[in-house]
């Protein structure tokens, strides 16, 4: 923290005699280490403060600037220790700059009244005609933002927590804006009302009005050329490039939007992508992206969604306006040129081909193909589970995990096999054994939802589903009982049930996902209920509380399996014997060999003569293969193939150890 003093006669009168005026001198002071002679054609008025200016700058191609202000004029600004500023065209006003920035050649850099930086402004987002508005600040969740849009059915709960917000974005408000520590601000126009934090890079920006960029010394945040910006938030990792357009949008930590990406009324949550495209009131949830020119995201809820090239979505059909809205669950993709007529709800982990225009909802039966045909809806449930692109998904979500701030604002969870997802998967089979029996065995079609299912996918559907649910229960249950160094030492029946107890009541009902955070229902209704009564007073306590969650998964996980082992087993685990803990572990075994091998042969598809076409330039067929092989890799030694295999080989022998555990049970 530097102490001030006033200037001396002599420091004045260098001053001037470098160009240098003031309103009045008396209002500038300055701190120890300033040295006048790298103070030059600088006009004063208001409340200044001047660092030392005893530092040298090492930019780009080897060229040095020692830390000076030159060429600008200064209103109400506080200046740190070793910052050069030079060619500010227009003027600074109503700042504090931080220690070691360099800012060059700006129009205009200025807080005009009171401002609160882009926190409190209202997203009107899913609906775009309003009613779902989130307010936006800069340590808003994917989380509650999913319950501020979603549960308009609790308004009380939704006043109070906008009362919460409301109190914190009165916090930030002040007539001065704030430039951290080390921050570049270079060939940029205009920054007006915006809070920039440290380790900032603004290079070449066209305009910034409104906004936080949140950024930190571990995890600076980049603004590139041509960018405007207007009402936002950017969170800390973020990097914003190349022509970006964004208005009233929040983009939340480790995001990167480029090549000319325009958005408006938007969340983007945690590692969310965007280039070439648009979006409009778009719920974009943690890993959500989009790559293409031709793909508009618009009035939907997606996380950890891939947009194929040319995706598109309706909200309104010219009656009452843009008033719909629609969901892709979790890990749902689309192909190139898809469409979905909203209001509809895709199941997760679902894939989405061609155009869909009959509304249907598939939440129910997650991990399935929807495809178009003849203008009709086909749905193949559960064919996803086997896709080697699923399974690629869920191992890279979590490397692709860019945040490097260490107070993380989103709460995720990676699991593939959940009790969100598992819960679904058996009200799918409910619904898919009911469609057999109401229809009957031989039927060629069976309709769900204004979506057709043909007699092979309806059969195929009900064992990948029995499939699926074995390996997760399997999973929870053999990592019940292991012990925490991953051993097998149970002495008797007494001992595995004991194992067996929950830790806790909570997570045996029903669970949600909310936007990244998997978690028992009853504790997203405890917290609404705490908040309504003022129990949870703070958005620190709304955090804290996202996060307790988010630790207790596994422990909660394990409440629903043993709950729902008498469902899928006829198993009472309060009794169960080393017979049926045999009977698990051999089901599960059999379904994550099964399905692995599944994975195996879908990989393989990519490496067959169809996968090489376009190979082997002027070739014969030999010269095709291996050109493929030079550029591809054969399929035995392909490390994703080889990691199935691995995959294979573990499991057994875990399968075998857990086995042979349980039968010395006594």
């Given at each position: 923290?530097?102490?001030?003093?006033?200037?001396?006669?002599?420091?004045?009168?260098?001053?001037?005699?470098?160009?240098?005026?003031?309103?009045?001198?008396?209002?500038?002071?300055?701190?120890?280490?300033?040295?006048?002679?790298?103070?030059?054609?600088?006009?004063?008025?208001?409340?200044?403060?001047?660092?030392?200016?005893?530092?040298?700058?090492?930019?780009?191609?080897?060229?040095?600037?020692?830390?000076?202000?030159?060429?600008?004029?200064?209103?109400?600004?506080?200046?740190?220790?070793?910052?050069?500023?030079?060619?500010?065209?227009?003027?600074?006003?109503?700042?504090?700059?931080?220690?070691?920035?360099?800012?060059?050649?700006?129009?205009?850099?200025?807080?005009?009244?009171?401002?609160?930086?882009?926190?409190?402004?209202?997203?009107?987002?899913?609906?775009?005609?309003?009613?779902?508005?989130?307010?936006?600040?800069?340590?808003?969740?994917?989380?509650?933002?999913?319950?501020?849009?979603?549960?308009?059915?609790?308004?009380?709960?939704?006043?109070?927590?906008?009362?919460?917000?409301?109190?914190?974005?009165?916090?930030?408000?002040?007539?001065?804006?704030?430039?951290?520590?080390?921050?570049?601000?270079?060939?940029?126009?205009?920054?007006?009302?915006?809070?920039?934090?440290?380790?900032?890079?603004?290079?070449?920006?066209?305009?910034?009005?409104?906004?936080?960029?949140?950024?930190?010394?571990?995890?600076?945040v980049k603004i590139g050329h041509g960018v405007v910006c207007e009402d936002f938030i950017?969170?800390?990792?973020?990097?914003?490039e190349d022509g970006a357009m964004m208005s009233r949008c929040f983009i939340g930590q480790?995001?990167?939007?480029?090549?000319?990406?325009?958005?408006?009324?938007?969340?983007?949550?945690?590692?969310?992508?965007?280039?070439?495209?648009?979006?409009?009131?778009?719920?974009?949830?943690?890993?959500?992206?989009?790559?293409?020119?031709?793909?508009?995201?618009?009035?939907?809820?997606?996380?950890?969604?891939?947009?194929g090239s040319g995706s598109n979505q309706s909200n309104h059909m010219y009656k009452l306006?843009?008033?719909?809205?629609?969901?892709?669950?979790?890990?749902?993709?689309?192909?190139?040129?898809?469409?979905?007529?909203?209001?509809?709800?895709?199941?997760?982990?679902?894939?989405?081909?061609?155009?869909?225009?009959?509304?249907?909802?598939?939440?129910?039966?997650?991990?399935?193909?929807?495809?178009?045909?003849?203008?009709?809806?086909?749905?193949?449930?559960?064919?996803?589970?086997?896709?080697?692109?699923?399974?690629?998904?869920?191992?890279?979500?979590?490397?692709?995990?860019?945040?490097?701030?260490?107070?993380?604002?989103?709460?995720?969870?990676?699991?593939?096999?959940?009790?969100?997802?598992?819960?679904?998967?058996?009200?799918?089979?409910?619904?898919?054994?009911?469609?057999?029996?109401?229809?009957?065995?031989?039927?060629?079609?069976?309709?769900?939802?204004?979506?057709?299912?043909?007699?092979?996918?309806?059969?195929?559907?009900?064992?990948?589903?029995?499939?699926?649910?074995?390996?997760?229960?399997?999973?929870?249950?053999?990592?019940?009982?292991?012990?925490?160094?991953?051993?097998?030492?149970?002495?008797?029946?007494?001992?595995?049930?004991?194992?067996?107890?929950?830790?806790?009541?909570?997570?045996?009902?029903?669970?949600?996902?909310?936007?990244?955070?998997?978690?028992?229902?009853?504790?997203?209704?405890?917290?609404?209920?705490?908040?309504?009564?003022?129990?949870?007073?703070?958005?620190?306590?709304?955090?804290?509380?996202?996060?307790?969650?988010?630790?207790?998964?596994?422990?909660?996980?394990?409440?629903?399996?043993?709950?729902?082992?008498?469902?899928?087993?006829?198993?009472?685990?309060?009794?169960?014997?080393?017979?049926?803990?045999?009977?698990?572990?051999?089901?599960?075994?059999?379904?994550?060999?099964?399905?692995?091998?599944?994975?195996?042969?879908?990989?393989?598809?990519?490496?067959?003569?169809?996968?090489?076409?376009?190979?082997?330039?002027?070739?014969?067929?030999?010269?095709?293969?291996?050109?493929?092989?030079?550029?591809?890799?054969?399929?035995?030694?392909?490390?994703?193939?080889?990691?199935?295999?691995?995959?294979?080989?573990?499991?057994?022998?875990?399968?075998?150890?857990?086995?042979?555990?349980?039968?010395?049970?006594?």
């Amino acid at each position: 923290m530097n102490t001030y003093r006033q200037l001396a006669e002599s420091e004045i009168a260098a001053l001037k005699a470098a160009g240098c005026s003031a309103e009045d001198w008396a209002k500038v002071q300055v701190a120890e280490g300033f040295d006048p002679s790298y103070i030059q054609n600088v006009q004063f008025s208001g409340e200044i403060l001047l660092g030392s200016t005893d530092k040298v700058f090492s930019l780009t191609g080897g060229v040095k600037r020692h830390a000076c202000i030159k060429n600008c004029s200064l209103h109400n600004v506080t200046v740190g220790n070793g910052c050069y500023i030079n060619g500010i065209h227009n003027y600074i006003a109503n700042y504090a700059i931080g220690d070691d920035c360099y800012i060059e050649n700006v129009g205009i850099i200025a807080v005009d009244g009171e401002s609160t930086f882009g926190n409190g402004v209202q997203v009107s987002v899913l609906n775009e005609t309003g009613g779902r508005e989130v307010t936006i600040f800069d340590k808003l969740t994917s989380h509650q933002a999913y319950m501020s849009a979603l549960y308009r059915h609790r308004p009380e709960f939704i006043a109070k927590l906008d009362q919460l917000v409301a109190t914190y974005v009165e916090s930030v408000k002040s007539c001065v804006g704030t430039i951290g520590s080390n921050v570049m601000i270079v060939n940029t126009q205009a920054i007006l009302n915006v809070k920039i934090g440290d380790g900032a890079t603004v290079m070449g920006t066209s305009r910034l009005k409104n906004g936080t960029i949140a950024s930190k010394a571990e995890a600076p945040v980049k603004i590139g050329h041509g960018v405007v910006c207007e009402d936002f938030i950017v969170c800390s990792g973020s990097t914003v490039e190349d022509g970006a357009m964004m208005s009233r949008c929040f983009i939340g930590q480790a995001c990167k939007f480029g090549h000319g990406y325009s958005a408006s009324d938007s969340l983007f949550f945690c590692n969310c992508q965007g280039e070439n495209g648009e979006a409009c009131a778009v719920f974009a949830g943690p890993f959500t992206v989009t790559h293409h020119k031709s793909t508009l995201l618009i009035a939907g809820m997606f996380s950890f969604m891939n947009a194929g090239s040319g995706s598109n979505q309706s909200n309104h059909m010219y009656k009452l306006g843009p008033i719909h809205q629609g969901t892709l669950e979790r890990g749902a993709k689309t192909a190139s040129d898809s469409y979905i007529l909203w209001p509809s709800k895709v199941g997760a982990f679902s894939l989405v081909m061609g155009r869909h225009v009959s509304h249907s909802d598939t939440s129910n039966l997650p991990f399935s193909y929807l495809i178009e045909s003849k203008n009709t809806t086909y749905l193949v449930p559960g064919v996803n589970l086997r896709s080697v692109g699923t399974i690629r998904d869920a191992q890279k979500w979590p490397k692709r995990d860019g945040r490097k701030d260490s107070e993380k604002l989103d709460c995720i969870n990676y699991n593939l096999l959940s009790p969100f997802t598992i819960q679904k998967m058996m009200k799918g089979l409910e619904i898919l054994q009911s469609l057999r029996q109401a229809s009957g065995e031989l039927s060629d079609i069976y309709s769900y939802h204004s979506a057709k299912i043909t007699n092979s996918a309806l059969r195929k559907g009900i064992d990948f589903y029995k499939i699926a649910i074995d390996k997760f229960m399997g999973n929870s249950f053999i990592s019940r009982i292991q012990d925490k160094d991953g051993n097998f030492s149970i002495s008797s029946e007494e001992e595995l049930r004991s194992r067996l107890k929950p830790d806790s009541p909570i997570g045996s009902g029903e669970w949600v996902d909310i936007s990244g955070l998997i978690t028992p229902k009853s504790e997203i209704e405890d917290l609404m209920k705490n908040v309504e009564s003022g129990n949870v007073s703070t958005l620190e306590q709304v955090n804290a509380a996202f996060a307790k969650m988010y630790e207790n998964y596994y422990s909660y996980e394990w409440t629903w399996a043993f709950q729902h082992l008498q469902e899928v087993y006829g198993i009472n685990p309060s009794k169960l014997t080393k017979e049926d803990a045999d009977n698990i572990i051999e089901r599960w075994r059999s379904a994550v060999i099964g399905l692995d091998k599944m994975v195996y042969d879908d990989a393989r598809k990519e490496f067959n003569l169809a996968s090489m076409t376009g190979y082997g330039a002027d070739g014969d067929r030999e010269q095709k293969q291996l050109d493929f092989e030079n550029v591809r890799g054969d399929f035995e030694s392909n490390s994703f193939v080889n990691a199935v295999l691995k995959h294979i080989e573990v499991k057994s022998d875990l399968g075998d150890r857990a086995k042979e555990a349980v039968s010395r049970c006594l």
